[in-house]
């Protein structure tokens, strides 16, 4: 099946063929014909699926084609997304497809200064691309109308119950018409999800195009074990011995992040930290190194397991598991991507061996163990907690009072501080994803997966 056999327009068609995609994926094929017809939709998909182009393309087709009147250009379509990254990424999927249509957008988030938002709203936005508490910000001040709204789109919307932005979601759709088509896309369909779905959409589609937290099968993954002490020591051998010129590592504390960063560059290994604690701007140039190849290792936490799109990545290493196992599969999601073949390592330490197995419950099968010569664990070494582990993540399924920590996502902060904050099969669009999550918000269920543009 090609694009032209789902009803796009030539200009949008004229922009795909510019980004060299042909074929449409599953959850393309599937979402995009639908959501043109005017359906609410529920959509879930295995991460690197092109989600993001699943719902750009036939909500540019649906606004360009029903012009506002009178000269206005009102906002007319609302995509909310968990964190600052994911916004980017997205405005950018929206640019790249809607370059041959009289369409105007705009990304706004935390981090960064509102005048500069303030004036793009006000010289009229079609689609407005947001993070809820920076979108709650403009609203206070009212330099924003989404009184117009025909189409609202919840992107990884698991995510931002996982990060406690149900309140701020409620308070946007409270402002919204009723009249409007809801896209609710999601890596699960928890009990959560459900229950707000339930109250947001109307005789829905249901779209899946993959078994729940499967990772790509063109993900080769392996576990190393090794004593905790020895972990940065092997993950340099690793780099330096494979000459790997470009690998992603995922740490589980922002603070384990830039120590890991600090110590590689002390071995010699040019590398950069991306994390909640980070400016935007920082976060912006340590991307944009890693790309360019001026950084061979970014470190990471898992603010980026769902918002990082890089073309080819052949590494990803988790020097630590996630406390949440399904956050296993966002993470090594950020390889193998577009169709081309991935590789994903993790380093186990004897305080990590219950995580391994929960990520291992998750996927069904057991992961291969491979003990590097020279690194052999030491079996007189006994397990010692986790700090903010396993206990500290369970108390995210707690309510909806949880606030992310500063800068790690873009939570409104009645007091204020917490308001900064913020893959397609071969030849075609994806999506991209990101995220970060506090480790005292709900943990989540079941995540899966979801792709970028």
């Known amino acids: 099946m090609s694009f032209d ?21 599953p959850v393309q094929r599937q979402a995009i014909p639908v959501i043109l017809e005017g359906r609410d939709i529920m959509a879930g998909a295995q991460t690197g699926t092109g989600k993001t182009a699943g719902f750009t393309l036939p909500l540019l087709q649906k606004l360009s084609a029903a012009k506002a009147g009178n000269g206005q250009r009102p906002v007319r379509a609302l995509v909310l997304t968990p964190t600052r990254e994911l916004a980017a990424q997205v405005g950018e999927s929206v640019a790249t497809y809607g370059k041959y249509l009289p369409l105007k957008s705009a990304v706004i988030f935390g981090g960064v200064k509102i005048n500069p938002q303030i004036a793009k709203l006000r010289s009229g936005v079609d689609i407005l691309v947001a993070t809820p508490g920076r979108l709650l910000d403009h609203l206070g001040q009212k330099t924003l109308d989404l009184s117009r709204v025909e189409i609202l789109v919840l992107d990884e919307a698991d995510r931002m119950l996982d990060m406690g932005f149900i ?3 409620r308070k946007v759709l409270a402002l919204l018409p009723r009249n409007r088509q809801n896209l609710l896309f999601s890596a699960t369909f928890s009990d959560d999800i459900k229950k707000l779905a339930s109250g947001l959409l109307h005789d829905p589609a ?12 063109l993900v ?24 790997w010129r470009q690998v992603l590592v995922f740490t589980r504390t922002k603070h384990g992040a830039n120590r890991l960063s600090d110590q590689l560059e002390k071995d010699g290994i040019t590398s950069a930290a991306i994390h909640g604690n980070k400016s935007q701007g920082a976060r912006t140039r340590a991307l944009a190194d890693f790309k360019q190849g001026a950084v061979r290792v970014l470190v990471a936490t898992d603010i980026a397991a769902r918002g990082l799109d890089i073309d080819q990545l052949p590494h990803v290493v988790n020097f630590e598991l996630p406390n949440v196992p399904e956050d296993y599969v966002h993470r090594i ?27 291992e419950r998750v996927l069904n099968k057991e992961l291969p163990k491979v003990v590097m010569e020279g690194f052999q664990p030491d079996p007189s070494i006994r397990p010692e907690p986790i700090p903010n582990g396993r206990n500290g993540g369970q108390q995210r399924r707690g309510g909806n009072n949880s606030q992310p920590s500063n800068g790690n996502g873009d939570k409104h902060n009645r007091h204020g501080a917490g308001r900064r904050g913020p893959a397609s099969g071969q030849g075609a669009p994806g999506n991209k994803p990101a995220t970060s999550r506090p480790a005292h918000s709900k ?7 979801a792709r970028p543009a």
């Open 5 to 25: 056999s789902l009803g796009l327009s030539a200009e949008l068609l004229r922009a795909i063929s510019d980004q060299g995609y042909t074929e449409p994926t």
């Open 167 to 169: 309140r701020d979601i």
């Open 206 to 217: 249901f779209i899946e195009v993959a078994r729940r937290n499967a990772p790509t099968e």
């Open 220 to 243: 080769s993954q392996v576990v190393h074990p090794v004593d905790r002490e020895r972990k940065r020591e092997l993950l340099s051998s690793l780099i330096g011995t494979n000459n």
């Open 333 to 359: 999601g950020r390889t193998g991507r577009a169709g081309n073949e991935g590789e994903a390592m993790s380093l186990v330490c004897v305080d990590e061996l219950k995580l391994l197995k929960d990520i």
């Open 443 to 449: 943990p989540r269920r079941r995540p899966a997966q």
